[in-house]
């Protein structure tokens, strides 16, 4: 769940157009989560807590916390700490940012249907797959309505209109993971189930206040993100990638 701010205030932000189709859902979004009633706060400054990557292949990272906290500019919905992922297998093989085409099919984004992961063995203790799967928003001609009109309308509709699908994990100690805009449909746990570290849990999708396919995930102490406050992480193997730096998980022995 992209929320955070626009890019004016960065120096290199030109740097990064192509980073926009995700980067860009942070300015809507940012103003959205603001109107939903939701917690300002964070759990301070704590040590990380380690946990697996939520994906496997080569992802790169959007609005992270490794450039600045909050990371997306606001820390509602507990995204204090939060980052944004999206799947390029290979350099240059996902779409860009530009004038055409206005929008796009999911499937042309590697990021759409990638199975997400469990971080750790945990209880599930929310999931939510209802919503559908919007086509793209990465184009500058559909920049106005995305940030103008979607974002609106989706904040009358609460946290769940924003974050789209998504579930929850109880990874214990008072932490929770929290994976954002999945795909319809996709998931593969319910409430009150026990997952190991590295199981499948749904996939990537395009659901809620985002403009093209991509991960959101953040820790929090609470599983409402209404509720909850942001908790630091790391990714073992991985620790917290930069803005538009790329990594890569591989599959297990």
């Not at 992961?117 to 209880?123: M, S």
């Not at 999931?127 to 009109?149: E, I, Q």
């Amino acid at each position: 769940m992209a929320f955070g701010r626009p890019l004016a205030g960065n120096p290199e932000w030109w740097r990064g157009w192509w980073a926009w189709p995700v980067l860009v859902a942070a300015v809507g979004l940012t103003w959205a989560a603001g109107r939903v009633g939701t917690t300002t706060g964070d759990a301070g400054v704590a040590a990380p807590v380690e946990v697996d990557p939520p994906v496997r292949g080569r992802w790169a990272a959007q609005n992270s916390p490794a450039n600045r906290v909050p990371s997306h500019g606001t820390r509602s919905l507990a995204q204090t700490y939060a980052i944004d992922i999206v799947a390029e297998p290979e350099p240059g093989s996902r779409p860009r940012f530009g004038w055409w085409p206005p929008v796009r099919r999911n499937t042309d984004f590697p990021a759409f249907g990638a199975p997400l992961l469990a971080v750790g063995d945990a209880t599930v203790v929310r999931v939510r797959d209802g919503h559908r799967d919007h086509l793209s928003r990465n184009s500058w001609l559909l920049l106005p309505y995305f940030l103008l009109v979607e974002g609106a309308v989706r904040s009358v509709g609460g946290p769940g209109r924003i974050i789209g699908n998504h579930l929850v994990l109880d990874l214990g100690g008072g932490v929770h993971a929290l994976y954002a805009h999945l795909r319809q449909g996709s998931a593969r746990v319910r409430e009150g189930e026990r997952v190991r570290a590295g199981q499948p849990l749904a996939e990537c999708g395009d659901s809620g206040n985002s403009t093209e396919p991509h991960l959101h995930f953040q820790l929090q102490d609470h599983p409402d993100p209404q509720a909850a406050q942001g908790l630091p992480f790391r990714w073992r193997g991985i620790g917290v990638p930069r803005n538009r730096e790329t990594f890569t998980v591989p599959d297990p022995d």
